[in-house]
């Protein structure tokens, strides 16, 4: 498997931080640490930054997903969704060619969720940074989505893989129009 030209299995723990970020479903912020240290904190781990270069990238992390004026709180002190927009900064801290978010929108309402949608493709366009997105909201994958693959557990396998409009309208697989289409029959 290679992501990012990195041959995934042979890939030393630096060359994957550095190429590729993660923000995770929950986001894991760590609690003791500040939303401005826990961006810092792969700056301090992968870098030779002197700590006001750090501080000035993660500030400008921190404003790049509105959230500058949230440095200084604490993760506790903030919502769900600023969570998720610190892990995003965060996950982006090393300039890195892909991104993996999980479930991004995943416990928020709607609004924020629409959002958040709107700032993955504001970053991806600002940033020229891939991401790779897991979700089962289909607002989202039909917003932001270029390509979408479908895994079925049941087959442990890939079953589908393109753009989500045409999987939903004329996948050859029921299934996945079903999937696509929110368990609707779509008559074919």
């Known amino acids: 498997l290679t992501v990012a030209g990195l041959e995934w299995t042979a890939a030393t723990r630096e060359g994957l931080c550095r190429r590729i970020g993660v923000m995770y479903q929950s986001g894991a912020l760590f609690g003791s640490m500040t939303c401005l240290e826990n961006v810092m904190l792969p700056l301090e781990e992968f870098t030779r930054l002197s700590r006001a270069e750090r501080r000035e ?8 997903v509105e959230l500058a004026d949230a440095a200084n709180l604490m993760p506790s002190e903030i919502s769900g969704g600023m969570c998720k927009r610190v892990a995003i900064a965060r996950a982006m801290a090393l300039d890195p060619e892909v991104v993996f978010l999980d479930e991004p929108s995943a416990g928020l309402d709607p609004i924020t969720s629409s959002s958040l949608d709107d700032l993955i493709l504001r970053l991806r366009a600002e940033k020229g940074m891939t991401f790779v997105v897991v979700s089962h909201e289909l607002a989202s994958i039909f917003k ?26 004329s996948s050859d697989d029921p299934f996945v129009r079903r999937f696509f289409n929110r368990g609707e029959s779509d008559g074919k």
């Open 57 to 64: 990238r993660a500030m400008g992390l921190l404003r790049d």
């Open 144 to 169: 932001i989505a270029d390509r979408a693959a479908m895994f079925d557990k049941s087959r442990r396998a890939m079953v589908a893989l393109g753009v989500p409009a045409e999987l939903r309208d």
